[in-house]
């Protein structure tokens, strides 16, 4: 197991302190064990073939990466590669073969700013991000060639990727001969074929400003499409070839540093002829509201369909929405009305109609739905109690894939046909997993100090009666670009947090999970907060808010009122203990910021000096280490040192403020682990260091 425990004052092992701790107020659930809860699968990447009725998936079961196919008419899951080791190699980016006979996948993860891919085993070979190629037949997967991103030709015969920021192409059948198609300035990435397979469409990032470019294979240059000084992004072609349409987003101050985007110079989509690159501007976006692009949760931003119209996201009334407009030109037509955001959409088989999943009519879960892209009212396909997502539908029509989980099951691929909604088996869930044995989540709602509506999970374990009053702990999540929902996560990071939600209520706790303010999932403006995070810290209101909440409820022990949380969860837990000695008895801290001025872009380099200096200072106030001075409360910090989201030294830099006012901390470090682990022992051991310093310090009470 990488990492190592460095704790201070540890007295008991996990075994026996967890469970006396919490026992009296919980003893049913208390037999449940963190190995129990984290052996819950992830399942991710699902997509459907080009052609027929296939489907493939990915398995993450205890660390153990495979990936699973099903097939109509029957659609018997089984799993078509055998990965045995709980090895950190993610498995990614399936892309079929335009006959449904194979799959392109990634496995691997992406390189750090030295070049270096992710190890989280140590191991001394080392490690990489390479593309490799499987039939659906079976058999051993065959290597291709290091990279990511694959674009697998229409035409079959070879699949387009990235590596070290160029495009290459590899043939799929016999010797791979990976080749670099062109020579390009900047990082090009993002291939994307033509219908017919002869051309095709990238993005060429070069800094301040990005290009689409176009190459037919053979030829003797790059065309860019209508270039001009601002980023362009997301190419998606016209269904005859001839034509790409593209985000354009103009250079903006707003955009460059942090602080809250609701307006920018405003966005648009321009159509641009492939074969002379000469383009037009298709539709803009006004000022105000909605001139900041949004994207969906998906690979694609465009969808250019049948009917010759283009569906894309936007927020112009402050909720993330589908529209529609003609490639012709005209008004765009609004196609998923109400309060409520699109997370993630696809089209269907006939490329008429877009089918998305959102919250609108359950603001704390999602649903799935379909609309035509010529407009008319969305049909709802699930409702209920628990969470839908990633749907995608087979070539043939005949059904729709998905992933589903609720507050008891973890996510697994299922299908609607005929209306009826069944999970695909055998599933992934192992017959042993004890799903009834989980704490209920109940929604909540309470304002915040200013009246901001804050929504919350409450994770309330059985209390028996005359039992003394619990500790609660109050989870913090990451992001802070997401939303915490009644049931376990679609990403893999907290459907993890899910899981120790539910030990921590299964030990006796009270968890209270908070959407605060940054967060997605209920409008722009709740997203785009003022004066949040490294721009004053404005959420931190709505974390004493939830602290105020909990000591209100007769069975809290407001004594014994914790805080956890990863990454902007983790600064949150350090600028409680920080900033309000008084509320927060302990906290678990996973890899947060610390320090604002070194984490984030928080002015230009064209800015004066005093732009910068007032800049810097209102980071630093927004920091856990401008109130270090007061903090009393034990913490334990636990940190990956090669994390590529959050820099290691923001927990260095803490530990040395700690030390220095002589604050106990414990830490549990990772050796190279990255900021989401990678391998199941690395959360294993995070969550099992979690509870015995959770056990230690909330002990006790009345």
């Given at each position: 197991?990488?990492?190592?425990?460095?704790?201070?004052?540890?007295?008991?092992?996990?075994?026996?302190?967890?469970?006396?701790?919490?026992?009296?107020?919980?003893?049913?659930?208390?037999?449940?064990?963190?190995?129990?809860?984290?052996?819950?699968?992830?399942?991710?990447?699902?997509?459907?073939?080009?052609?027929?009725?296939?489907?493939?998936?990915?398995?993450?079961?205890?660390?153990?990466?495979?990936?699973?196919?099903?097939?109509?008419?029957?659609?018997?899951?089984?799993?078509?590669?055998?990965?045995?080791d709980d090895d950190g190699q993610a498995l990614s980016?399936?892309?079929?073969?335009?006959?449904?006979?194979?799959?392109?996948?990634?496995?691997?993860?992406?390189?750090?700013?030295?070049?270096?891919?992710?190890?989280?085993?140590?191991?001394?070979?080392?490690?990489?991000?390479?593309?490799?190629?499987?039939?659906?037949?079976?058999?051993?997967?065959?290597?291709?060639?290091?990279?990511?991103?694959?674009?697998?030709?229409?035409?079959?015969h070879a699949v387009a990727y990235v590596k070290r920021g160029q495009?290459?192409?590899?043939?799929?059948?016999?010797?791979?001969?990976?080749?670099?198609?062109?020579?390009?300035?900047?990082?090009?990435?993002?291939?994307?074929?033509?219908?017919?397979?002869?051309?095709?469409?990238?993005?060429?990032?070069?800094?301040?400003?990005?290009?689409?470019?176009?190459?037919?294979?053979?030829?003797?240059?790059?065309?860019?499409?209508?270039?001009?000084?601002?980023?362009?992004?997301?190419?998606?072609?016209?269904?005859?070839?001839?034509?790409?349409?593209?985000?354009?987003?103009?250079?903006?101050?707003?955009?460059?540093?942090?602080?809250?985007?609701?307006?920018?110079?405003?966005?648009?989509?321009?159509?641009?002829?492939?074969?002379?690159?000469?383009?037009?501007?298709?539709?803009?976006?006004?000022?105000?509201?909605?001139?900041?692009?949004?994207?969906?949760?998906?690979?694609?931003?465009?969808?250019?369909?049948?009917?010759?119209?283009?569906?894309?996201?936007?927020?112009g009334n402050g909720w993330t929405h589908l529209y529609s407009i003609a490639a012709a030109g005209g008004a765009p037509l609004l196609l998923t009305p109400g309060d409520g955001e699109v997370e993630q959409a696809s089209l269907s088989a006939n490329r008429q109609e877009i089918l998305f999943c959102s919250n609108h009519q359950d603001i704390d879960r999602r649903h799935l739905w379909r609309v035509s892209a010529a407009g008319g009212a969305p049909v709802a396909l699930t409702s209920g109690d628990g969470i839908e997502w990633s749907p995608v539908e087979t070539a043939d029509g005949e059904a729709l894939a998905l992933l589903r989980s609720d507050s008891r099951l973890p996510s697994r691929p299922a299908?609607?046909?005929?209306?009826?909604?069944?999970?695909?088996?055998?599933?992934?869930?192992?017959?042993?997993?004890?799903?009834?044995?989980?704490?209920?989540?109940?929604?909540?709602?309470?304002?915040?100090?200013?009246?901001?509506?804050?929504?919350?999970?409450?994770?309330?374990?059985?209390?028996?009666?005359?039992?003394?009053?619990?500790?609660?702990?109050?989870?913090?999540?990451?992001?802070?670009?997401?939303?915490?929902l009644l049931g376990w996560h679609p990403?893999?990071?907290?459907?993890?947090?899910?899981?120790?939600?539910?030990?921590l209520a299964a030990s006796g706790c009270l968890v209270l999970s908070i959407n605060f303010r940054s967060g997605t999932g209920y409008g722009m403006e709740f997203r785009e907060a003022l004066g949040y995070g490294a721009a004053g810290a404005s959420e931190f209101q709505d974390v004493v808010a939830a602290a105020a909440w909990l000591r209100r409820r007769a069975d809290v022990d407001p004594a014994r009122i914790a805080l956890w949380g990863g990454s902007y969860g983790g600064y949150l837990t350090a600028l409680g203990l920080a900033r309000r000695p008084d509320l927060f008895a302990a906290g678990v801290d996973l890899h947060g910021v610390h320090d604002w001025r070194t984490e984030t872009r928080l002015f230009l380099p064209s800015d004066d000096l005093e732009t910068q200096q007032q800049a810097l200072r209102l980071a630093l106030s927004s920091s856990p280490l401008a109130d270090v001075s007061q903090w009393r409360a034990p913490v334990l910090l636990i940190h990956g040192d090669d994390d590529r989201n959050v820099e290691f030294r923001q927990t260095v830099q803490l530990a040395e403020a700690l030390r220095r006012q002589g604050v106990e901390f414990e830490q549990l470090i990772l050796p190279d682990e990255v900021h989401s682990f990678l391998?199941?022992?690395?959360?294993l051991a995070a969550f099992r260091a979690a509870a015995d310093f959770f056990a230690r310090r909330l002990a006790g009470g009345r």
């Open positions: 197991m990488p990492g190592a425990w460095l704790g201070l004052a540890r007295k008991a092992p996990l075994g026996a302190a967890a469970l006396v701790l919490f026992s009296a107020n919980c003893p049913a659930r208390a037999q449940l064990t963190l190995e129990q809860l984290l052996s819950a699968p992830h399942v991710s990447e699902l997509t459907a073939a080009p052609k027929g009725n296939r489907l493939a998936w990915v398995v993450n079961l205890r660390g153990v990466r495979n990936i699973w196919v099903a097939e109509g008419p029957r659609y018997e899951a089984r799993p078509l590669t055998r990965y045995a980016q399936l892309r079929w073969t335009p006959d449904g006979k194979a799959l392109v996948f990634v496995r691997g993860a992406a390189p750090n700013n030295q070049g270096e891919f992710p190890n989280p085993r140590s191991r001394a070979q080392g490690a990489e991000q390479a593309l490799w190629l499987v039939a659906f037949s079976g058999g051993e997967p065959r290597r291709l060639d290091l990279g990511d991103q694959p674009a697998v030709s229409p035409k079959g495009i290459w192409t590899a043939r799929l059948a016999g010797d791979p001969k990976p080749t670099r198609l062109f020579q390009a300035r900047g990082q090009s990435g993002d291939p994307r074929w033509s219908p017919d397979g002869s051309r095709l469409a990238f993005v060429s990032r070069r800094g301040d400003h990005s290009f689409i470019g176009v190459f037919e294979p053979g030829g003797a240059s790059v065309r860019y499409l209508d270039p001009s000084v601002d980023r362009d992004s997301e190419p998606v072609w016209s269904p005859d070839g001839k034509q790409v349409a593209f985000v354009r987003i103009p250079f903006s101050r707003v955009l460059e540093v942090f602080g809250p985007k609701r307006e920018a110079a405003p966005w648009s989509i321009r159509l641009a002829d492939a074969s002379t690159g000469q383009g037009r501007e298709l539709w803009k976006a006004p000022p105000g509201r909605g001139s900041v692009f949004r994207p969906l949760s998906s690979d694609q931003q465009l969808f250019w369909t049948a009917q010759n119209r283009i569906v894309f996201p936007w927020e299908l609607i046909r005929g209306g009826k909604l069944a999970d695909l088996a055998p599933g992934p869930v192992p017959p042993e997993f004890p799903h009834q044995a989980l704490a209920p989540v109940e929604a909540v709602t309470f304002p915040s100090l200013d009246g901001t509506v804050l929504h919350a999970q409450l994770f309330q374990p059985t209390r028996a009666e005359g039992s003394p009053t619990r500790p609660a702990v109050i989870f913090l999540h990451g992001g802070p670009r997401r939303q915490m990403s893999e990071y907290y459907h993890k947090a899910y899981a120790f939600n539910q030990f391998t199941h022992s690395s959360w």
